[in-house]
C-alpha cells in the first residue's frame, strides 16, 4: 500500500514562502494524480490543488496564484509552493493520492 509523507511545514511570517512536500513510497508506485488539501481549527478540509498523472495542474479559484504544484525529478515526490502566506494559510496541509492520505503538516502563519 502506498505510504505518503508530508514535511515542509512551520512557523512562519506574513508574506513569506514555504515548499511542502508530499512523498510517496510503497511497492509498486507508478505516477499517480497527487492532490493537496487543508484544514484550518473549526474548518472543514479544502481542496488546495491536484496534479494529475499527465502533470496537469488543477485549482479551485481560490487558490489560483499564490499556491503552485508540482512533480519533482523522482515522480513521487509533490510539492506545494505556497507563496505570500497570509494568516488565513494556517492550517494542517495533507496530501492525497490513490485513497491515501498522509499524516499532514503544520502550517502557521503570524508574526
Known amino acids: 500500500q502506498v505510504q505518503l509523507v508530508e514535511s515542509g511545514g512551520g512557523l512562519v511570517q506574513p508574506g513569506g514562502s514555504l515548499r511542502l512536500s508530499c512523498a510517496a513510497s510503497g511497492p509498486d508506485l507508478g505516477i499517480a494524480a497527487v492532490a493537496w488539501y487543508r484544514q484550518a481549527p473549526g474548518n472543514q478540509r479544502e481542496w488546495v490543488a491536484t496534479?494529475?498523472?499527465?502533470?496537469?495542474?488543477l485549482y479551485p479559484d481560490s487558490f489560483k496564484g499564490r499556491f503552485t504544484i508540482s512533480r519533482g525529478n523522482t515522480k513521487n515526490t509533490v510539492y506545494l509552493q505556497i507563496d505570500n502566506l497570509i494568516p488565513e494559510d494556517t492550517a494542517v496541509y495533507y496530501c492525497?493520492?490513490?485513497?491515501?492520505w498522509g499524516q499532514g503538516t503544520q502550517v502557521t502563519v503570524s508574526s
Open positions: 492525497m493520492r490513490d485513497s491515501v
Open positions: 496534479i494529475t498523472r499527465t502533470d496537469v495542474t
